[in-house]
């Protein structure tokens, strides 16, 4: 069974969050005198000289409305990256626990469990970039805190099966997360909805990649109001800045600008993968659920190094184990993408 209070490290359990001023006193009044700011103003706009709202109301009460859940099961981070690291701080004792993730995917589990003296174990995918469940089963311990999950996965693209993600959540008494940063690209349904069934889910998301708002910072994390409250304790006050909550206000109003988008990438995701498939030396094209595309192709390195030459960037996966010889490709704009189907047809020619 799944004990949120065995697997909550001590000393987070024991600790009194900091209390800012907005906490202290949020009532209505005329005169704040409360939290040093400077009453004056500042070069921007008025309002930046105070301190941004470390509840985030509006925008958690927006974000309710779009996923359908309610906002004490929503957790903001300075990108997702921060909510990973706040999970690991908030579970994961170091020198002493162990997380699991299956490779290859996402580098921040690694970096992050690295940062905090946290062991990690292995269970790479299946040659079809499945989860491996009988080694998966095989790697936890009393000390495994949390099996890092991500669907559709990065650098291969594709979704995990939903019942292998229902079976490690059914089997194992830790945490077990979900990573949907690219879900809105995918077939598949968000694991959100399987909240109230799992005790031990968290499903993290961006807008940092369908919404288009990289450069604001904002990824949240999905769980039981329990597990919300536990990392709300553990991170820094005003983690999202006033600038990111006025700008994401505003863009969480356009749901409808944001589901055209969704729906021309990935019309163009088909269009490039036919292209690239009928390239002679791409040996595969793995199918995407995500907003790019992982290509097994001849020479990887060499066809990279021409494409920098012209400017173009990929990303270079030829050295990741199962990702041998390919390299992701993220949809650019019709525009970039045909600029990078020609540089193909030059190295061809050339
Ligand atoms: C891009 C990406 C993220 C996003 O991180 P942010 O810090 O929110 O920008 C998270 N997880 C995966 C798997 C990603 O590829």
Known sequence: M?????????????????????????????????????????PLVKWYNRYPDPHQRRIKEQLAAIKQIPAEQIFLGNGSDECIDILFRCFCEPGRDNVIICPPTYGMYEVSAHINDVAIRKAPLLDNFQLNLAHLETLTDEHTRIIWLCSPNNPTGNSLDRVDIETVLNHFNGLVVVDEAYINFARQQSFIRDLIDYP????????SKAWGL?????????????????????????????????LVSKALEEVGQ????????VDMREALAAVFASMPTVEQVYPSDANFLLVKIQDARKVYEFLLGKGIVLRDRSNVQLCEDCLRITIGTE?????????MQEWYNQ
Do not use: W
Request: glycine share 4%.
């Open 335 to 343: 525009k970039e993408n045909t600029i990078l189907v020609d540089a």
């Open 258 to 265: 944001v589901n055209d988008m969704i729906r021309l990438l």
């Open 200 to 207: 031990n889910l968290v499903v993290l998301q961006t807008l």
């Open 2 to 42: 799944f004990n949120l209070d065995a697997i909550t490290r001590q000393n987070i359990k024991k600790l009194t969050p900091y209390s800012s001023a907005r906490d202290e006193f949020s009532g209505e009044a005329k005169v704040f005198l409360d939290a040093n700011e400077n009453s004056l103003g500042s």
């Open 214 to 246: 990289a450069g604001l910072r904002l990824g949240m994390a999905f769980a039981s109001s329990e597990i919300i409250a536990i990392m709300n304790k553990v991170k820094p006050p005003y983690n999202i800045n006033q600038a990111t909550q006025e």
